[in-house]
């Protein structure tokens, strides 16, 4: 199977936590799935530059009261991440983990998302979301 992974975030969060939120849940991906990652890549002078993602990994914008039914409807995936307030406002992970703790999953708040497997399955979810600007 082909992997086809997706982040979607709340396109009305400033562009900096944006690009945060994606780079979270970017090395997450990256840690769960090694294999997306290519081999590091030596330049012409021998500088060897670290591998970087193999696969295309488009930027999604949504409104973030959709995203909590984005996620849902991912839940049959092979891979969905998120991103939710409680990441936010913890200060640090053990923080994180006793708020995620603290409540059941509809009552967490994603604030970012990414949702990962065969393609046909993620354009249903997200097809028609354009790309975050």
Do not use: W
Request: charged share 15%.
């Amino acid at each position: 199977m082909t992997l086809k992974p997706v982040l979607i975030l709340d396109e009305t969060l400033p562009v900096g936590l944006k690009a945060n939120f994606a780079a979270v849940l970017g090395m997450s991906l990256g840690q769960l799935r090694p294999d997306l990652v290519g081999a590091p890549t030596p330049t012409q002078d021998g500088v060897a530059l670290a591998g970087i993602t193999t696969v295309a990994l488009p930027v999604l914008g949504a409104p973030g009261a959709a995203l909590p039914a984005l996620f849902a409807a991912a839940a049959e995936l092979p891979l969905r991440l998120a991103y939710l307030r409680a990441a936010f406002e913890a200060r640090d992970y053990a923080d994180y983990t006793a708020r995620i703790a603290a409540a059941p999953l509809p009552e967490h708040a994603p604030q970012a998302i990414l949702l990962a497997g065969p393609r046909k399955a993620v354009d249903r979810i997200c097809g028609r979301l354009p790309l975050l600007r």
